[in-house]
């Protein structure tokens, strides 16, 4: 072989040998980099785990929606009346769902139901207003279940057609003032009828209506002793206004919706607008555990929507 040809089989034969080696170390890089995980994929999964909020107990959680209930399962419901026709449609839909289960609701008002759970009297309470600090240093927390809007209603009957401003109904209720004929209306008095102290929708509409302010207590003002929507509509008469979750009037004969700064109450800028909410106390039963599972459900929820 000449000297010439000798030089090129030894070139050619160095470089396929660092293409060797070049691929090898490659091929050994690679392999480690996909069975062994990466700085950055560590860091990605302990960001996740530690974006996990611990539980507040007055933010809304929720329980695993329910398979199975054992029969003989019984659960008892007190509180807000703004909440009956969402309790019994919901009571209805959980009883068929689990044969032999059983949900006792009462309707006494949002504070009697928290007192009631705080007592241990009942498993779980229907509010119609936020917790208080007080309530939830208790061991109480709350589960929202639906929006509601406030509504304000007068008879059918009652010759006052217009709408009032938000300025006009806090001077309603708050006794500045008295007569139908300062809204542009017939000269008659305004009768208020207003519910009782412990009513969860009185004390929201203390806070979202008259922002704080103190009703009035004048002898146009009628407090009623029982929190019942259909008694206050029984009430208004003629010269009346009150006011009732929407739910419960919407389908009224007797009684009319006014119109807030031209928003009715089906308006999604309607400003009247609350938060209808569950409260269990801390440990959860498994019976509680079972049904507010069950509210949160798409069961849960469209027995809720078909009640609107």
């Not at 007068?154 to 006794?175: A, E, S, Y």
């Not at 555990?289 to 609107?308: C, E, M, R, W």
Request: aromatic fraction near 8%.
């Amino acid at each position: 072989m000449s000297q010439k040809n000798e030089t090129l089989v030894l070139g050619l034969a160095f470089l396929i040998t660092v293409g060797i080696l070049g691929g090898g170390y490659w091929w050994f890089t690679n392999k480690n980099n996909s069975t062994n995980p990466n700085i950055t994929n560590n860091n990605t999964n302990n960001n996740t785990n530690n974006t996990t909020e611990p539980n507040n107990n007055n933010s809304s959680s929720s329980f695993p929606i329910p398979i199975n209930v054992a029969r003989g399962t019984t659960i008892k419901l007190d509180g807000s009346t703004s909440m009956v026709q969402i309790n019994q449609a919901l009571k209805n839909a959980f009883e068929m769902q689990f044969p032999g289960t059983r949900i006792n609701t009462q309707a006494g008002g949002t504070t009697t139901g928290i007192d009631n759970l705080i007592a241990g009297n009942v498993d779980i309470a229907a509010i119609s207003r936020p917790l208080t600090p007080q309530e939830t240093q208790q061991g109480l927390i709350s589960i929202a279940v639906t929006q509601d809007a406030i509504a304000l209603v007068v008879g059918t009957n009652n010759p006052f057609r217009k709408g009032l401003t938000q300025t006009q109904i806090i001077d309603i209720f708050t006794g500045k003032i008295t007569n139908w004929s300062e809204l542009g209306g017939t000269n008659a008095p305004i009768r208020v009828i207003n519910r009782p102290i412990v009513s969860g929708t009185y004390q929201a509409f203390q806070e979202l209506v008259l922002r704080g302010g103190v009703f009035g207590n004048g002898a146009n003002f009628t407090q009623m002793t029982q929190d019942a929507t259909t008694p206050i509509l029984q009430a208004l008469g003629n010269d009346g206004i009150s006011y009732a979750t929407y739910a419960q009037v919407a389908d009224q004969q007797t009684v009319r919706n006014v119109a807030v700064d031209g928003l009715t109450p089906e308006a999604s800028n309607y400003p009247y607008q609350r938060t209808l909410s569950y409260v269990y106390k801390e440990p959860a039963n498994d019976g509680v555990k079972a049904f507010l599972g069950f509210v949160s459900s798409p069961k849960g929820q469209d027995t809720i929507t078909n009640i609107k």
